[in-house]
C-alpha cells in the first residue's frame, strides 16, 4: 500500500523560507516522476513542481526560482525547498506521483502572513 506523508508547514511571514517533506512508503521515487500540489482555499489544486528520474526539475510559472525541488533516493523522500514566499503561495502542500496515480496523502498547510 502507498502511503504519503508530508510535513515541514506552519506559518511564515512573507519572504521567509520553509522546507517541505514527503516521505514515501510502498513505492520506489527512484523510478517515478514526483511532484508537489497545492490547494489554495477555494481553487483547485495545482501542480508546482516536478522531478524526474534523472533528476530533471520543472516548476509552475508562480514559483520558479523561488522554490527547488529535490528528492533522496535512500531515504524513499522527497522535498521541497520554499524561498521568498509569498502570501498567495498560503494553501496545503501535497506530494504525488505526476501524474497522480496514488491516492493523496493529508497534506501540509503552508501560510504566508503579508
Known amino acids: 500500500q502507498v502511503q504519503l506523508v508530508e510535513s515541514g508547514g506552519g506559518l511564515v511571514q512573507a519572504g521567509g523560507s520553509l522546507r517541505l517533506s514527503c516521505a514515501t512508503s510502498?513505492?520506489?521515487?527512484?523510478?517515478?516522476?514526483m511532484a508537489w500540489y497545492r490547494q489554495a482555499a477555494g481553487k483547485q489544486r495545482e501542480l508546482v513542481a516536478t522531478?524526474?528520474?534523472?533528476?530533471?526539475?520543472n516548476y509552475s510559472d508562480s514559483v520558479k526560482g523561488r522554490f527547488t525541488i529535490s528528492r533522496d533516493n535512500a531515504k524513499n523522500t522527497v522535498y521541497l525547498q520554499m524561498n521568498s514566499l509569498k502570501f498567495e503561495d498560503t494553501g496545503v502542500y501535497y506530494c504525488?506521483?505526476?501524474?497522480?496515480?496514488?491516492?493523496w496523502g493529508q497534506g501540509t498547510q503552508v501560510t504566508v502572513s503579508s
Open positions: 504525488n506521483l505526476s501524474p497522480p496515480f496514488v491516492s
Open positions: 510502498g513505492i520506489n521515487i527512484r523510478w517515478n516522476v
Open positions: 522531478i524526474t528520474s534523472d533528476g530533471s526539475t
